[in-house]
C-alpha cells in the first residue's frame, strides 16, 4: 500500500500565483519527512526536513509544514524559475532503517 | 558547497553485462546509499551502506547487485548481469547521520 501520497500531480501557476502542494503519509510514528526539489534528468536537491508536528521551515518562497497525517509545501508568488517536480519522502521509524520512501511528486509549472 | 558526485553521467550495456557505477560521497558523511528511478516512476530505496557493511537492502537489491566501498572515497554498485528492467537513472546519496540525504547527479544506465 502506497505509504506517501502527493497532490496534485500537476501543477501549472501563473507567475505570482501562490499555492500549495500536499503530502500526505500514513505511517505512524514518523521520523522525518524530506522534501526535494527535482529538476528533469537530475537527481533530488534536498530542500526541508521536518521532525514533528508543528514544526515549520522556510527558504526565500517555499515554507514547509507539518501535522500528524500531512505536510505542505507553500510557494508564495513563484517563478518560472521553481518549475520542477516538487518530491515528498518519509523515513520511517523501524529500527536503524534510514531508507527514504518516496511519493511520486508534483510538478509544478510557473507560466511567466 | 560539498556534493556527491556520480561517474559516468550515461553507461549504455548489453543485457547480461556487467556495469559498475560509480560515486564520490560527501567527505565527512558516514552513510551511504543507491536508489533508482525507472522513467516515470517513483524513486526507489536500494541499499543503505555504514560502517563498510550493508545495513538495509530492498527486495529490488537480489544477488545481481552489490556495493562496494574500494577506498576512502568511491562508493559503486555493481549489477553483475544487467536485464532490461535495469534501465534507470541510478542515484547515490550520503549522509552525515541519520537524517538528511543528499544525492547526486545520476547516472543513466540504458540496457539494450
Known amino acids: 500500500e502506497d505509504q506517501v501520497t502527493q497532490s496534485p500531480e500537476a501543477l501549472r501557476l501563473q507567475e505570482g500565483e501562490s499555492s500549495s502542494l500536499n503530502c500526505s503519509y500514513t505511517v505512524s510514528g514518523l521520523r522525518g519527512l524530506f522534501w526535494y526539489r527535482q529538476d528533469p534528468g537530475k537527481g533530488p536537491e534536498f530542500l526541508f526536513t521536518l521532525y514533528s508536528a508543528g514544526e515549520e521551515k522556510e527558504k526565500e518562497r517555499l515554507k514547509a509544514t507539518l501535522t500528524k497525517k500531512e505536510s505542505f509545501l507553500h510557494i508564495t508568488a513563484p517563478k518560472p524559475e521553481d518549475s520542477a517536480t516538487y518530491l515528498c519522502a518519509v523515513q520511517l521509524p523501524s529500527g536503524s532503517a534510514r531508507q527514504l520512501t518516496f511519493g511520486s511528486g508534483t510538478q509544478l509549472t510557473v507560466l511567466p | 558547497e560539498p556534493e556527491v558526485t556520480q561517474t559516468p553521467s550515461h553507461q549504455v550495456t548489453q543485457m547480461g553485462q556487467e556495469v559498475i557505477l560509480r560515486c564520490v560521497p560527501i567527505?565527512?558523511?558516514?552513510?551511504f546509499y543507491w536508489y533508482r528511478q525507472i522513467l516515470g516512476q517513483k524513486v526507489e530505496f536500494l541499499v543503505s551502506f555504514y560502517n563498510n557493511e550493508i545495513s538495509e537492502k530492498s527486495e529490488i537489491f537480489d544477488d545481481q547487485f552489490s556495493v562496494e566501498r574500494p577506498d576512502g572515497s568511491n562508493f559503486t554498485l555493481k549489477i553483475r548481469s544487467t536485464k532490461l528492467e535495469d534501465s534507470a537513472m541510478y542515484f547515490c546519496?550520503?549522509?552525515?547521520?541519520?537524517?538528511?540525504?543528499?544525492f547526486g547527479p545520476g547516472t543513466r544506465l540504458t540496457v539494450l
Open positions: 567527505s565527512n558523511h558516514l552513510y
Open positions: 546519496a550520503s549522509s552525515a547521520g541519520a537524517d538528511t540525504q543528499y
